[in-house]
């Protein structure tokens, strides 16, 4: 009868070993294992969070989907149901609530480049920000049209038959109620004083309607590239290691579990 002796150790321990003898068993033991910290709904956190964002701006029932990381198709989206020019008067409101909170508008490190949670290796993503992206600009009238007129703009995202959840999958759909002349048939409060600008205010809601479609793509990419980070990161070697030493797991050379 033979005998066979099979070695096991821990990863930082095979590490060393590679180091020493120039073989690759932590490389495979990473690779083996490399969806160790993704293998239950890891982004639960994020897609909170963004939900709880689109609730402060004012869309009701937020849903956020997304796929990844690496196919063609991949992406994420979002829909939420009607706000008013109010719910958007009332979000730039809270912009520095939201501020304190941590929803601080993004912005590049300026020594990594990188956007949105902090890397653990450069200091100077500190504070960078995350999820969402600044809110779109008001109009002009928005203030009149959200104390006197709240019905005559709303808008929400809405989502098409797919089977993908890229940007594209949906839409800002807008709605713009203005009487198709300035004769007062909607007089509320303060329309009488911005008769003459009525072809303006029109532009101006046809304007913010552009530049709610370009925020909500804004935001969907924001959400991809956060969730895209945090995976890259629950995937790198330092979290891995960290997860193996936590769990006193030791390994075989070929990277099985023992």
């Not at 004012?58 to 690496?70: A, I, K, L, N």
């Not at 800002?172 to 600008?197: A, F, M, R, V």
């Not at 895209?228 to 979290?239: F, G, I, K, P, T």
Request: glycine share 8%; with cysteine; aromatic share 10%.
């Amino acid at each position: 009868m033979r005998e066979v002796t099979t070695t096991v150790r821990s990863y930082a321990e095979w590490k060393a070993y590679d180091e020493e003898n120039g073989t690759s068993v932590a490389e495979t033991i990473l690779e083996k294992h490399r969806d160790w910290n993704t293998d239950h709904e890891w982004w639960d956190c994020l897609i909170h969070d963004c939900k709880e964002f689109l609730k402060a701006v004012g869309f009701s029932d937020p849903d956020v989907r997304f796929s990844g990381f690496w196919s063609q198709g991949d992406g994420a989206s979002w829909t939420g149901g009607w706000i008013n020019m109010q719910d958007l008067v009332s979000a730039h409101r809270l912009l520095d609530k939201l501020t304190r909170e941590g929803w601080v508008p993004r912005k590049q490190c300026p020594e990594c480049g990188y956007i949105g949670k902090p890397k653990a290796d450069c200091p100077d993503c500190e504070g960078t920000g995350r999820v969402p992206v600044p809110l779109p600009a008001l109009p002009k009238h928005a203030e009149l049209i959200a104390t006197s007129w709240d019905d005559i703009w709303y808008g929400r995202v809405t989502r098409g038959t797919s089977n993908y959840a890229h940007e594209n999958t949906c839409t800002w759909e807008g709605q713009n109620e203005l009487p198709s002349s300035p004769t007062g048939e909607k007089d509320k409060g303060g329309w009488n004083i911005y008769k003459p600008d009525h072809p303006r205010l029109a532009a101006e809601l046809a304007a913010l309607d552009e530049r709610m479609e370009d925020w909500r793509v804004e935001v969907c990419s924001a959400i991809y590239h956060d969730l895209e980070a945090e995976h890259e990161y629950l995937c790198s070697e330092e979290q891995l290691a960290e997860g193996f030493e936590a769990n006193e797991l030791e390994f075989y050379e070929d990277g099985r579990i023992a």
